[in-house]
């Protein structure tokens, strides 16, 4: 209701990724970055308490946890708050509390929230409709062709519903398709001690099942990474 107010012509595009891809690279991401702040002699007394996890089954658990549910129902709660209320109650309040910010709990324990992708995606299209949201995924971005339709698509839809938008406007988005952008976020493995297991990440495919279901059918069409899955069920 925030973003409507502010910026209710908006033209969204939500970009999906495997959640066990996902998952994968904020763990590698996150350890990496404690890793390094620690080499720089930088302290550790602003974590809460067990943080990070010290495996990627606990961060699991701990996204899941009652303790996070709570947090993030409390953080609902405030933006309601301050979408809700009026001009003196808005400035009373005009932001949340700090332990709420940025992922309630810290970002490992955001997996179970963040990636529940159709559950999020609802609450934009309950506020914007459907017809300004474009749904990419990662997978079209890899590959040369995909990523030249991928960037018509979004200038098909930048084109329907940002006004002025003039056809030399979408004439350069679609020239952006000419070459593939490059990936800047690249994490590297941890090590055995800490990436992932084949069991961990196979778990996380079938925590997400019913959400993906849910999604496919909110955007009209499979998710590659769950067809793929099913082919590699059936051969």
Known sequence: ALMRRACADSALVVLLRP???QHASWWRFENGAHAWARSMGMGEDFLPA???PRTFREAQELSRSE????LYEEGERAGVAIATGGMLSGLRAAWLPTFLLPFPGGQLAA?????RYAHNAQRFVDSFGSERILFVETSELRRPERFRAAMSRLAAHLSRN?????DGDRAKIEAWGAQMPPHLNNVP???PELDPTPEDL???QRFYAEDNQRLSRFIGRELAWTAKSAEARGS
């Not at 303790?67 to 709570?70: A, D, E, H, P, T």
């Open 19 to 21: 959640q066990a891809e």
């Open 50 to 52: 067990a943080y990070p």
């Open 67 to 70: 303790r996070v549910r709570s």
């Open 111 to 115: 997996f179970a929230h963040m990636g």
């Open 162 to 166: 940002v006004a002025g938008l003039c």
């Open 189 to 191: 493995a941890l090590g």
């Open 202 to 204: 196979a778990e996380l």
